[in-house]
C-alpha cells in the first residue's frame, strides 16, 4: 500500500507541477578530473519562479569513475555525492552564465587490503563557473570548469580527489509538456 501512495504522490507531482513554472531537470553529468579519471552519473536539478525569479536552482547530483574510466578498466573506483545550487544570470537568453556551489562526499575503494592505511574519504566543496545553452524547449546542456577547494596528496587526503575539473550535464525538464 505505502508503494502505491508513493507512485501516486509522483504521478500527482509530475501532472500538477507544469501548472505552476516549476523546472526539474533530470539527465547525465559527465566529468572529467583534469589528468586524472572521467567520471560520470546522474543529476537532477529542480527551480521554482519564486527562487530568485527562476534564477536560483537546487539539485543532487552523483557521479562515479565506475560509469567512467573504471568501467571496463583497473581504475580505481571512486564515487562523488553532490549538494549543490546554481544561480543563473541572464534567465531570458538563450546561452546563460552561471555559478555552481557544490558540497558532498567523495569515496574511494582501492580494491586491494594492501591500501587501508590509505585515506579513502573526504568532503567536497567546490565552485563551479559556466555556460547553459537553454533553449525554449524542455533539453538543457551545461557545461563548466570547477575547482575542488578539499584536496589530498594520499597522505593528507585521497590522492585521487584532483582540484580541477570540467563537466558537461545534459538534462530534460520533465515537468515541460513538449508540443
Known amino acids: 500500500m505505502h508503494t502505491i501512495k508513493w507512485y501516486f504522490t509522483v504521478a500527482a507531482l509530475l501532472l500538477v507541477a507544469p501548472l505552476f513554472g516549476q523546472r526539474l531537470d533530470v ?15 546522474l543529476t537532477v ?14 539539485g543532487v547530483s552523483y557521479v562515479t569513475s565506475r ?11 571512486q564515487d562523488n555525492f553532490l549538494v549543490s545550487a546554481s544561480y543563473y544570470f541572464q534567465p531570458g537568453w538563450l546561452i546563460q552564465p552561471f555559478v555552481r556551489a557544490n558540497v558532498g ?35 538543457r ?7 575542488n577547494a578539499i ?11 584532483y582540484p580541477v575539473f570540467v563537466q558537461t550535464s545534459i538534462t530534460w525538464n520533465v515537468f515541460k509538456k513538449t508540443k
Open 27 to 41: 539527465g547525465i553529468r559527465l566529468q572529467k578530473s583534469i589528468n586524472l579519471y572521467t567520471e560520470n552519473g
Open 45 to 58: 536539478q529542480y527551480s521554482h519562479p519564486k527562487l530568485v525569479s527562476q534564477r536560483l536552482s537546487v
Open 67 to 77: 560509469l567512467g574510466t573504471a568501467l571496463n578498466y583497473n581504475a580505481i573506483k
Open 105 to 139: 562526499y567523495f569515496k574511494a575503494n582501492y580494491g586491494s587490503d594492501l591500501f587501508n592505511d590509505l585515506p579513502a574519504s573526504s568532503l567536497l566543496a567546490s565552485p563551479e563557473l559556466g555556460l547553459c545553452y537553454c533553449p525554449n524547449f524542455p533539453l
Open 141 to 147: 546542456i551545461n557545461g563548466s570548469v570547477g575547482y
Open 151 to 161: 584536496t589530498g596528496n594520499g597522505l593528507t587526503g585521497p590522492g585521487t580527489l
